[in-house]
């Protein structure tokens, strides 16, 4: 139901009722502009884009508080969303008052004080996360940062560092206790946290895999705990015989004991873990940029050495697209012209070896 009505004053009193039969209404100077607000909110509530006004009025803080409650998250994916929208200039603000210009904004006053893009990008995203589920959930009518432009990202010289074999070798032989972590980060590519995750029942003596089904949260002991793996990133991979045998000692361990703990009896976590790899790292002489992930780097070069295509490193290394692995690791593949320098000779060299006429020798 709507009605436009012109009030003794001379104000016009346009109302409608919502889908939930709640009556709202609104004055206006002119006949004309009561029409024109009146086609506007019945087109909202037809097309499933109209707000409740009332909703909006809810702070940017709370509105925040509330959609994570609705998320199912792992703790690393919160603390970013809370990194990210606590970092808006329009925390106290009422959410329908924030406009596309202050989400622009916001955006360049990051990239000015020095933010990296790919930081800047990650927090727009869950800013606008959280501005799209308030449109779905009729909060506002629209989200004003469905537009806004983050600054590109530069291309960057590749600079990730490869370990040769015998580095890895001089690893395993300088980390004591800590060896058999090196061993499966380097021989099946598991991240810190799925590394620090395994459990005995994960090792199958049978089919030479090891399954990843959690990983270790959290960078201090007070803060680590045990939880899904990154979304995709449950497999099982396939890895070498000695590694199995390296890992045999844990045969008659219970199924669900972790297998790798500190010396103290802490699970391992970022900050212990990598303490481990720098002593390593001292140790051997390498420089800063050799870190524990390099080892997973390492596998994943291997792979790619070997021959593997996308889609088989992609699946042992957890990634939940093909192009993730690509954007990684796509300067490691041969390119269209280093097969054809390769290919041509080859050929070329076969054709020569045959009996051919016209003189080809």
Same mark, same amino acid.
């Given at each position: 139901?709507?009605?436009?009505?012109?009030?003794?004053? /001379?104000?016009?009193?346009?109302? &409608?009722?919502?889908?939930?039969?709640?009556?709202?209404?609104?004055?206006?100077?002119?006949?004309?502009?009561?029409?024109?607000?009146?086609?506007?909110?019945?087109?909202?509530?037809?097309?499933?884009?109209?707000?409740?006004? $009332?909703?909006?009025?809810?702070?940017?803080?709370?509105?925040?508080?509330?959609?994570?409650?609705?998320?199912?998250?792992?703790?690393?994916?919160?603390?970013? *969303?809370?990194?990210?929208?606590?970092?808006?200039?329009?925390?106290?603000?009422?959410?329908?008052?924030?406009?596309?210009?202050?989400?622009?904004?916001?955006?360049?006053?990051?990239?000015?004080?020095?933010?990296?893009?790919?930081?800047?990008?990650?927090?727009?995203? &869950?800013?606008?996360?959280?501005?799209?589920?308030?449109?779905?959930?009729?909060?506002?009518?629209?989200?004003?940062?469905?537009?806004?432009?983050?600054?590109?990202?530069?291309?960057?010289?590749?600079?990730?560092?490869?370990?040769?074999?015998?580095?890895?070798?001089? %690893? #395993?032989?300088?980390?004591?206790?800590?060896?058999?972590?090196?061993?499966?980060? %380097?021989?099946?590519?598991?991240?810190?946290?799925?590394? *620090?995750?395994?459990?005995?029942?994960?090792?199958?003596?049978?089919?030479?895999?090891?399954?990843?089904?959690?990983?270790?949260? /959290?960078?201090?002991?007070?803060?680590?705990?045990?939880?899904?793996?990154?979304?995709?990133?449950?497999?099982?991979?396939?890895?070498?015989?000695?590694?199995?045998?390296?890992? $045999?000692?844990?045969?008659?361990?219970?199924?669900?004991?972790?297998?790798?703990?500190?010396? #103290?009896?802490?699970? &391992?976590?970022?900050?212990?873990?990598?303490?481990?790899?720098?002593?390593?790292?001292?140790?051997?002489?390498?420089?800063?940029?050799?870190?524990?992930?390099?080892?997973?780097?390492?596998?994943?070069?291997?792979?790619?050495?070997?021959?593997?295509?996308?889609?088989?490193?992609?699946? %042992?290394?957890?990634?939940?697209?093909?192009?993730?692995?690509?954007?990684? &690791?796509?300067?490691?593949?041969?390119? $269209?012209?280093?097969?054809?320098?390769? %290919?041509?000779?080859?050929?070329?060299?076969?054709?020569?070896?045959?009996?051919?006429?016209?003189?080809?020798?």
């Amino acid at each position: 139901m709507v009605s436009l009505k012109q009030r003794p004053n /001379g104000v016009w009193r346009a109302r &409608y009722r919502d889908q939930d039969n709640k009556e709202h209404s609104k004055h206006f100077k002119t006949k004309r502009e009561g029409e024109a607000w009146l086609v506007e909110q019945k087109a909202a509530i037809a097309t499933g884009q109209w707000a409740s006004p $009332a909703a909006g009025r809810i702070m940017w803080d709370e509105w925040v508080s509330r959609w994570l409650e609705m998320q199912v998250w792992a703790d690393g994916s919160v603390t970013s *969303a809370i990194t990210s929208t606590s970092s808006v200039p329009w925390r106290q603000k009422s959410i329908r008052d924030v406009k596309s210009g202050d989400v622009q904004l916001w955006v360049t006053h990051e990239a000015d004080r020095g933010l990296a893009p790919s930081t800047i990008r990650t927090r727009l995203n &869950y800013v606008h996360m959280a501005f799209r589920v308030s449109v779905d959930n009729q909060v506002i009518p629209r989200s004003p940062a469905s537009r806004t432009k983050a600054p590109r990202q530069r291309k960057k010289s590749v600079t990730m560092r490869i370990l040769t074999a015998d580095q890895v070798a001089a %690893a #395993l032989e300088a980390a004591g206790e800590f060896r058999l972590f090196v061993a499966v980060c %380097a021989f099946a590519g598991l991240r810190l946290g799925e590394a *620090a995750g395994l459990q005995a029942g994960d090792i199958d003596f049978e089919r030479n895999t090891i399954s990843v089904r959690r990983q270790v949260l /959290g960078t201090s002991i007070p803060s680590t705990n045990v939880g899904p793996p990154k979304a995709g990133s449950e497999r099982d991979i396939f890895v070498p015989r000695e590694l199995i045998d390296m890992l $045999a000692g844990d045969k008659k361990l219970s199924p669900d004991t972790l297998l790798f703990r500190t010396p #103290l009896g802490h699970l &391992y976590n970022r900050n212990n873990a990598g303490h481990e790899w720098r002593k390593i790292r001292v140790l051997l002489g390498f420089d800063d940029e050799v870190k524990l992930h390099t080892l997973r780097h390492t596998f994943a070069s291997n792979l790619i050495a070997s021959g593997s295509d996308v889609v088989t490193v992609q699946r %042992a290394l957890g990634h939940s697209q093909p192009s993730i692995t690509l954007d990684v &690791y796509s300067h490691l593949w041969p390119s $269209a012209e280093d097969k054809t320098r390769s %290919a041509t000779p080859t050929f070329m060299g076969h054709v020569r070896g045959l009996r051919a006429p016209c003189g080809l020798h």
